[in-house]
Nanobody, 121 residues
Framework: QVQLVESGGGLVQAGGSLRLSCAAS????????MGWYRQAPGKQRELVAA???????NYAGSVKGRFTISRDNAKNTVYLQMNSLKPEDTAVYYC???????????????WGQGTQVTVSS
C-alpha cells in the first residue's frame, strides 16, 4: 500500500498564500502522477493540479496563474504553492498519486486524508 501524508493547510486571508506538501511512502516501485484535488461543501471533488514523473503539469482553469505544483521525485513528495488565494478556494484538499507497488504489474490510485484550506474574505 501507499500512504500519503499531507501538511500545510490552514486559515488564511484572501490574497494570502499557503503551501501544501504531500509525502508518499510504502512499498513503491514508481509513481507516475501526483496531484491535488479539492472538495468544497456540497460540491464534487475536482482536480486542482497534477504533475507527471517527467514534470508535465496541468491545472484547473480557476487556479492557473495562482497555483504552482511541483514534485521531488527522490522524496516522493508533491507540493502545491497557492498564491492570491480567494474565498472560493476554501475546500478540503486531497493529495492523489497513481503508483505501482513493488512486485506488482498494475498501477493504482491512492488518496491522502485531506487537509482543510480556509480563505477568509
Amino acid at each position: 500500500q501507499v500512504q500519503l501524508v499531507e501538511s500545510g493547510g490552514g486559515l488564511v486571508q484572501a490574497g494570502g498564500s499557503l503551501r501544501l506538501s504531500c509525502a508518499a511512502s510504502g512499498s513503491i516501485s514508481s509513481i507516475n502522477r501526483m496531484g491535488w484535488y479539492r472538495q468544497a461543501p456540497g460540491k464534487q471533488r475536482e482536480l486542482v493540479a497534477a504533475i507527471t514523473i517527467g514534470g508535465s503539469t496541468n491545472y484547473a482553469g480557476s487556479v492557473k496563474g495562482r497555483f504552482t505544483i511541483s514534485r521531488d521525485n527522490a522524496k516522493n513528495t508533491v507540493y502545491l504553492q497557492m498564491n492570491s488565494l480567494k474565498p472560493e478556494d476554501t475546500a478540503v484538499y486531497y493529495c492523489n498519486c497513481n503508483a505501482r507497488l513493488l512486485l506488482h504489474l498494475l498501477d493504482s490510485d491512492y488518496w491522502g486524508q485531506g487537509t482543510q484550506v480556509t480563505v477568509s474574505s
